[in-house]
């Protein structure tokens, strides 16, 4: 089974966001009397006297015992971000990044996880080396990384640009590890993109609501394809990585008119969110979602759904329906708390669930990962995965079973450009085609 757990190298923080300075305070903190909180101060006396080194990082220790205690919290969200991921997130959202241009994820097959390319965008210094999505990284800069977080492995594959990071993968089908220097360099992801497709459809792709102005800059590009004569609109929030839910929100109130959207619910008191705009466009409106929206993109697309304002097309999305504001440490890191589950109007929850599409179209630019693993072959019999019709992956059965993964589609992945092509994209060909169809039974009304 491929885990959904994964992170981003352009952007490590994939959650709704909101900044707060003030110290974290709480109505209750755990009792320092408790049995397990005097074990911990064992621990820490007897590493200071026992343990075989005389010298030990403490700030490495607290940071671990920092990051433990967040990951203990009953829920998939919160985490801390030790000072070098809170630096590379900052970075992140000014939309570029000094790096090699590469989605990292954690792939389980069997028992084994592995650190695998999701993604090598094009143009990037990744796709330049050679690298391909589903290489799995073993090593960087002769350092084994194969049991590394994401966010740890990312900090050592960035750098400043023009140096090199030296990275040993293991590629499905190789029979031997592969090595390859990368030259880092600034890496530019796009905020919004937008063209008008045929017959007067308009499409404009959001890809993040981590920046101040990603509202206004959606708006520039939807108002510029208003002016050119647009009589529908496609919104493709495919791989949107969330962000400030007040982005989100302006959003929204550009297609629906005062009311009630959603509501935020925090140890069962529920808050009620509005639109506030008296004259919301009535453009006949798709929106786009794939597996990878999530948060803020997936509460954009849940509630134009459950207000019956768009149709949405793709794919189920990724299932994060709860608020995680990030509140800044002493230690110049940040621990992100789930706060508050939200809920659209029609009470459905996109948490561990997330948004079904009304139209099921599957996103196929790019490649996707596929893993299957099984026993009851008989040992040194050959195993193929089959995707199609085609051999994607294959290998020799041992006594313990098999584990195969494979890459379906291949190449570098291509977010949708300023000139979309609706001959390469199967899922914003059912868009076009739902817009007009909206069109025309708004144009019978």
Do not use: C
């Given at each position: 089974?491929?885990?959904?757990?994964?992170?981003?190298?352009?952007?490590l923080?994939?959650a709704?966001?909101?900044?707060?300075?003030q110290?974290?305070?709480?109505?209750?903190?755990?009792?320092?009397?408790?049995?397990?909180?005097?074990?911990?101060?064992?621990?820490?006396?007897?590493?200071?006297?026992?343990?075989?080194?005389s010298?030990?990082?403490?700030?490495?220790?607290?940071?671990?015992?920092?990051?433990?205690?967040?990951?203990?919290?009953?829920?998939?969200?919160?985490?801390?971000?030790?000072?070098?991921?809170?630096?590379?997130?900052?970075?992140?959202?000014?939309?570029?990044f000094?790096?090699?241009?590469v989605?990292?994820?954690e792939?389980?097959?069997?028992?084994?996880?592995?650190?695998?390319?999701?993604?090598?965008?094009?143009?990037?210094?990744?796709?330049?080396?050679?690298?391909?999505?589903?290489?799995?990284?073993?090593?960087?800069?002769g350092?084994?990384?194969?049991?590394?977080?994401p966010?740890d492995?990312?900090?050592?594959?960035?750098?400043?640009a023009?140096?090199?990071?030296?990275?040993?993968v293991?590629r499905?089908g190789?029979?031997?590890?592969l090595?390859?220097?990368?030259?880092?360099?600034?890496?530019?992801?796009?905020?919004?993109?937008?063209?008008?497709?045929p017959?007067?459809?308009?499409?404009?792709?959001?890809?993040?609501?981590?920046?101040?102005?990603?509202?206004r800059?959606?708006?520039?590009?939807?108002?510029?394809l208003?002016?050119?004569?647009?009589?529908?609109?496609?919104?493709?929030?495919?791989?949107?990585?969330?962000?400030?839910?007040?982005?989100?929100?302006?959003?929204?109130?550009?297609?629906?008119?005062?009311r009630?959207?959603?509501?935020?619910?925090h140890?069962?008191?529920?808050g009620?969110?509005?639109?506030?705009?008296?004259?919301a466009?009535?453009?006949p409106l798709?929106?786009?979602v794939?597996s990878?929206?999530?948060?803020a993109?997936e509460?954009?697309?849940?509630?134009?759904q459950?207000?019956?304002?768009a149709?949405?097309v793709?794919?189920?999305?990724?299932?994060?329906?709860?608020?995680?504001?990030?509140?800044?440490?002493?230690?110049?890191?940040?621990?992100?708390?789930?706060?508050?589950?939200?809920?659209p109007?029609?009470?459905k929850?996109?948490?561990?669930?997330?948004?079904?599409?009304?139209?099921?179209?599957?996103?196929?630019?790019?490649?996707?990962?596929?893993?299957?693993s099984?026993?009851?072959?008989?040992?040194?019999?050959?195993?193929?995965?089959?995707?199609?019709?085609?051999?994607?992956?294959?290998?020799v059965?041992?006594?313990?079973?098999?584990?195969l993964?494979?890459?379906?589609g291949?190449?570098?992945?291509?977010?949708?450009g300023p000139?979309?092509?609706l001959g390469?994209?199967?899922?914003?060909?059912v868009?076009f085609?739902?817009?007009?169809?909206?069109r025309?039974?708004?144009?019978?009304r």
């Amino acid at each position: 089974m491929v885990s959904r757990r994964y992170a981003t190298l352009a952007v490590l923080v994939l959650a709704f966001s909101v900044s707060l300075a003030q110290p974290v305070t709480s109505a209750r903190r755990p009792a320092l009397d408790h049995p397990s909180a005097k074990a911990f101060f064992q621990v820490l006396d007897l590493i200071a006297e026992r343990y075989m080194h005389s010298e030990v990082d403490e700030g490495a220790l607290w940071r671990a015992a920092t990051a433990a205690l967040v990951d203990a919290l009953p829920d998939n969200w919160s985490r801390y971000d030790d000072p070098v991921a809170v630096a590379i997130n900052a970075a992140d959202r000014t939309g570029s990044f000094t790096g090699i241009g590469v989605d990292l994820g954690e792939l389980t097959v069997g028992d084994s996880t592995r650190l695998v390319l999701r993604k090598v965008y094009t143009g990037s210094p990744a796709e330049a080396a050679g690298l391909r999505p589903g290489d799995a990284i073993a090593s960087v800069d002769g350092r084994d990384v194969r049991f590394w977080l994401p966010g740890d492995l990312a900090s050592v594959i960035r750098g400043p640009a023009g140096t090199t990071v030296s990275l040993v993968v293991d590629r499905p089908g190789e029979p031997a590890p592969l090595t390859f220097e990368v030259v880092r360099g600034t890496v530019e992801f796009p905020v919004v993109t937008s063209g008008m497709l045929p017959e007067q459809v308009g499409y404009v792709a959001l890809y993040t609501f981590f920046l101040d102005d990603a509202y206004r800059q959606f708006y520039r590009h939807y108002q510029g394809l208003l002016d050119a004569g647009a009589t529908a609109l496609v919104l493709d929030l495919r791989d949107n990585e969330g962000g400030w839910l007040r982005e989100a929100l302006l959003l929204v109130d550009e297609f629906l008119d005062i009311r009630p959207v959603w509501q935020e619910v925090h140890r069962g008191e529920a808050g009620t969110v509005y639109t506030r705009n008296r004259r919301a466009s009535d453009l006949p409106l798709v929106v786009i979602v794939n597996s990878r929206t999530i948060s803020a993109g997936e509460t954009v697309a849940a509630v134009l759904q459950a207000e019956g304002r768009a149709v949405i097309v793709g794919e189920p999305t990724a299932g994060k329906g709860t608020t995680t504001p990030f509140y800044p440490l002493g230690d110049g890191g940040e621990v992100v708390l789930a706060h508050s589950d939200i809920r659209p109007m029609n009470g459905k929850r996109i948490e561990g669930v997330g948004v079904f599409p009304d139209v099921l179209a599957p996103d196929l630019r790019g490649s996707a990962l596929v893993a299957a693993s099984g026993s009851g072959v008989r040992p040194g019999h050959v195993v193929e995965l089959v995707v199609d019709g085609v051999v994607v992956a294959s290998t020799v059965a041992g006594v313990d079973g098999f584990d195969l993964v494979g890459v379906v589609g291949g190449g570098p992945y291509v977010p949708a450009g300023p000139a979309p092509h609706l001959g390469s994209d199967p899922a914003l060909v059912v868009a076009f085609e739902e817009a007009k169809r909206l069109r025309e039974a708004a144009a019978e009304r």
